[in-house]
């Protein structure tokens, strides 16, 4: 292994718990004070735009450079992996609803289910992108931490309505920072597997700014959400401009 793909997994491993810290944090957040969903909308907005720009200019052109014509194969596997996990596997999983009341106990542990998946792949992604590229690898990281807030007030939201107590709401919103650091280890260890790793870390984000983000998006009659997914958009486009090479 080459040195400069040692310092960029030890970038990777950093910034995973850095995003992992993420997730606790939106659930400190929940537990310490009732927030305004309002706030954790504004990151929603912005990460939904900023996640569909990364993978449409940055993280699906370089599959195809890894994997060729078949990377986009693997983009659809991984988009519809998670469409899977959430209508099948964990079915009462849906980005904004699972804030409001719940109805039933064993809610609470499907939809822990669901958003550990999607955040392991968010590690998976952390790591995929830096074995790349540290530009990858950093642009990818801060489409994660942008949708890390509000995964860990989901989370912690759910325990809260389902009866569970403060400590509980942390420990689910820890567990989701766990499966980001999984998936940057796993990546990691199974570098030789990058051509399969980064076109279905590219489905999965494609899935979340798409089919999760967004419509949380658009059942908000405001400006300035709109305003803030193409906010998410041009902040990266900028930073291709000015910093990418």
Partial sequence: MVESEITRIGLAAGLGLV????????GYFVVRRDWPRQYLNYFVALGAGYMLAVAF??????SVKLA???????????????HLFEHTLAPHFHFGEETHD???????NTILFGLAIHTFFDGVAIAAGFLVSTWLGAVIFVAVFLHKLPEGFT??????????????????AGALGVATVL???????????????????????????????????NREPNWRMALLVFAGVASLLILQRLVHV
């Fill in 19 to 26: 995003a992992a810290a993420g997730n606790l944090l939106g």
């Fill in 57 to 62: 200019t940055d993280v699906i052109p370089e």
């Fill in 68 to 82: 060729g014509d078949s990377a986009f194969l693997y983009v659809l596997i991984g988009y519809f992996l998670v």
């Fill in 102 to 108: 719940i109805a039933h106990h064993h809610a609470h």
């Fill in 155 to 172: 989370v912690a939201s759910v325990a809260l309505a389902g009866g569970k107590g403060r400590s509980s709401a942390i420990w689910a």
């Fill in 183 to 217: 998936g940057v280890v796993l990546t990691s260890t199974l570098r030789g597997q990058l051509k399969y790793a980064l076109p279905l870390s590219a489905g999965v984000t494609v899935y979340v700014a798409a089919t999760d983000l967004l419509p949380e998006v």
